[in-house]
């Protein structure tokens, strides 16, 4: 009976760690904001591969359809700096909303 009863706690406790480290990460995913986007030339409207694009200090590279996707912390505004040879750099600073889609041009 007594190995019963020490069998069930600790049981009750891997049960509960295992609750308590998903809440952790869905808090976690809460507290971030996926920023995607496409990179064009807009003289020509063509998409960009392979163009820098940093948001806060991470960054990603363009693929070929001139598409990217960063994860990036939940502030109230983020600075997104988009870059590419033979292009002139932009950067924007901009509010923080979930899922945002951005357009971002170029000029040479």
Do not use: C, H, W
């Amino acid at each position: 009976m007594k190995k019963l009863a020490i069998s069930l706690v600790l049981l009750l406790a891997m049960v509960s760690t295992v609750f308590a480290a998903d809440n952790s990460v869905e808090s976690a995913k809460m507290n971030k904001t996926i920023i995607t986007g496409k990179v064009i030339d807009p003289s020509t409207n063509e998409t960009l591969a392979g163009a820098s694009v940093m948001v806060n200090g991470k960054k990603v590279f363009t693929d070929f359809d001139g598409k990217f996707e960063i994860e990036n912390q939940k502030d109230n505004k983020y600075e997104v700096t988009v870059s590419m040879i033979s292009y002139q750099t932009k950067t924007l600073v901009l509010s923080s909303q979930n899922n945002q889609q951005l357009i971002i041009d170029l000029k040479r």
